[in-house]
């Protein structure tokens, strides 16, 4: 607030870096918050994506990592050189997180739904992918 009115006394200078310095950064604010409910059968991560739309939002399966990326951008640049803005806070980008889920979960025994802005994906505790335990021969 203090970029917008400024103040005509000496103090001013401390008036303006507190305000700065509280201000949320991008990175802040781009972070995808994430509750993890634990249920008998497996877990339910809620993964908050404000602004972002269903198909901006991919969720992937690698060596039993889940990750959860969004991307936006803009969608007139044009509009951008004419606007003056004061203030932007609002995100444009991408953002991603990662749970490390174990490798006996495969992409079959994943539920996504999205609503909202949330992300609502459910993790068994055991998946399908459990590889069978083998016994070497001693000779």
């Known amino acids: 607030m203090a970029n917008i009115v400024r103040k005509n006394n000496a103090l001013s200078f401390f008036d303006d870096f507190f305000d700065d310095f509280f201000t949320p950064t991008r990175r802040n604010t781009s972070c995808m918050k994430t509750d993890i409910i634990e249920k008998d059968d497996g877990y339910e991560l809620q993964v908050d994506v404000p602004g972002f739309d269903k198909d901006d939002v991919k969720v992937s399966l690698d ?72 016994y070497i021969e001693i000779k």
């Not at 959860?68 to 203030?87: G, L, M, Q, S």
């Not at 889920?101 to 539920?111: A, L, M, P, T, Y």
Request: hydrophobic share 25%; charged share 40%.
């Open 63 to 134: 060596n039993g990592y889940l990750t959860i990326e969004a991307k936006t951008e803009k969608e007139n640049k044009d509009e951008d050189k004419e606007t003056h803005y004061v203030k932007r806070e609002r995100y444009v980008g991408a953002s991603a997180r990662s749970f490390y889920v174990g490798e006996d979960i495969s992409e079959e025994d994943i539920q996504a739904n999205y609503d909202k802005g949330v992300i609502k994906l459910f993790i068994p505790k055991q998946g399908t992918n459990v590889k069978e335990k083998k």
